[in-house]
């Protein structure tokens, strides 16, 4: 069987419009990106802003994952009624259940390796049932039983993400039936979104949210199934910001849709930013994934190889590259590829990549889920920051902060000699850094001596706060 091209592999074309269906025509289309909004001035050059704890994030994306239903068994029919040359799968030969004993095996050794990211769970998946109802083929007891797993194996170290409401057919939200167009123009992976106003997309995006809160998933995020909103850039990030506030309330709206494999930036994006000075700031963030599924492709069929990941080395593979960059290497797979029809051969391709991982460069990473990324990044573009200096010696006296948005780890390279004292001055109390022997030992409320820099790592309050450095 040829390699057929990933519905991910339409995330590569942004910018181009809505990537045609696997070989048919497609012709350009204007795709503005969402604008960014407002930024503070830029921190003196003096300061730096690292990553977190001055190392590298990295994360693990799960889409097209569920309770039990295998959504590749199921979707594989639905595509092929609009693609019926592109989606000739033996889909019949698929399980149609990915058991949960599965899901528990992965999250236990998820946890083991602290590995951080985000999972979906598709609310009506293929249109086989809804997870606040039913799911026909199962009873109600199974249902319940695979969510609690979710909801105690997996949170709060997971971000859970709906994948919009079916990730096949688009549903009418008046009715939460299907619409009865057969064509791509009623599929969420195609042309459903595409011309959709802010207003009608965040109608959409709040469904499929509103299902998940109702089974106790809570919700920072959306992921967006294969081309959703490719054309539609603009609007879909404004209804993201508003859906996910709305439902949930989340400070930071997140959102998965691109992934890039060469040499674009894949930092997170942080659009849409408001009000940063006032009470109510605002700002919605783009994850951006670094990897294709290379572990074993949306429908298991495709074995996939750690190599392409990171050599067994740790000298060269995509993660290599990202990770020498400075920049969240985001892996992403499929739910159905890691369990691999019973396989679970991607899955063994990943435990393969995170060894390799610590093999060579665990004193260097850093897992974070979706929203941590988001959070810091939002914080890391956001916050004014601003210094006084010695005018005789040019040292650093003071470094001034004020973040709309509080940030766990928030880590700092400030131009010091040695031997300065560093004390976090909030408006409620004033804590002393403690000093540590190395970069790699730092942890919130530390620094440490980097040459004729200091390293400073430390809890970002929301508001004002002040680094008072002394002698």
Same mark, same amino acid.
Request: charged share 20%; net charge neutral.
């Given at each position: ?71 590749? &068994? ?38 083991? &390796? ?219 797979? &499929? ?9 679970? &051969? ?126």
């Amino acid at each position: 069987m040829t390699r057929k091209p990933s519905r991910r592999d339409l995330l590569r074309l942004t910018g181009a419009g809505l990537a045609a269906p696997f070989g048919l025509s497609s012709r350009p289309q204007p795709n503005p990106d969402p604008p960014l909004g407002d930024r503070p001035p830029p921190p003196p050059p003096s300061l730096q802003i690292l990553n977190p704890l001055d190392r590298v994030p990295v994360s693990l994306i799960v889409d097209d994952s569920t309770a039990l239903v295998n959504l590749a &068994h199921f979707a594989i029919p639905q595509f092929a009624e609009v693609f019926p040359s592109q989606y000739r799968q033996p889909w019949r030969q698929l399980p149609r259940e990915i058991p949960d004993r599965f899901v528990a095996r992965f999250a236990a050794w998820c946890a083991e &390796h602290h590995v951080r990211g985000k999972y979906s769970m598709v609310p009506y998946p293929a249109c086989v049932g809804w997870l606040d109802r039913d799911l026909p083929g199962w009873s109600k007891a199974q249902l319940e039983a695979s969510l609690e797993l979710v909801r105690r194996e997996l949170l709060p170290a997971w971000d859970i993400h709906p994948e919009m409401v079916s990730h096949t057919w688009a549903i009418d939200t008046r009715t939460g039936r299907p619409l009865a167009d057969r064509s791509q123009d009623a599929m969420e992976n195609w042309g459903f979104s595409q011309n959709k106003s802010a207003d009608e997309l965040t109608d959409y995006l709040a469904y499929a949210l509103s299902i998940l809160r109702n089974v106790g998933l809570p919700c920072a995020g959306i992921t967006t199934p294969g081309g959703f909103g490719s054309r539609n850039l603009a609007n879909l990030s404004q209804a993201v910001a508003e859906s996910v506030r709305d439902i949930f309330s989340a400070p930071i709206p997140h959102y998965f849709r691109h992934v890039y494999e060469d040499d674009r930036s894949v930092a997170p994006r942080v659009e849409r930013a408001s009000g940063l000075d006032g009470d109510d700031p605002r700002c919605v963030v783009s994850i951006i994934g670094c990897t294709g599924d290379w572990f074993g492709g949306w429908d298991g069929l495709e074995p996939g190889s750690a190599d392409r990941f990171l050599s067994a080395d740790g000298r060269s593979g995509r993660l290599a590259d990202v990770i020498a960059r400075g920049e969240p290497a985001v892996m992403v797979g &499929h739910w159905p590829g890691f369990y691999a029809n019973g396989t679970e &051969h991607g899955f063994r391709v990943f435990q393969d990549v995170v060894a390799r991982l610590e093999t060579h460069a665990a004193d260097r990473l850093i897992w974070m889920n979706l929203s941590e990324l988001a959070r810091y990044w939002a914080a890391r573009e956001l916050t004014r920051i601003e210094a006084d200096a010695d005018p005789a010696t040019h040292r650093t006296q003071a470094v001034r902060f004020i973040a709309p948005f509080p940030c766990p780890g928030f880590t700092l390279r400030i131009h010091q000699p040695a031997g300065s004292v560093l004390r976090l001055a909030t408006a409620t109390a004033l804590r002393p850094l403690a000093s540590v022997e190395n970069r790699r030992c730092l942890q919130p409320g530390t620094t440490c001596q980097d040459g004729n820099a200091l390293l400073v790592c430390f809890d970002l309050p929301r508001g004002s706060s002040t680094l008072q450095v002394g002698r």
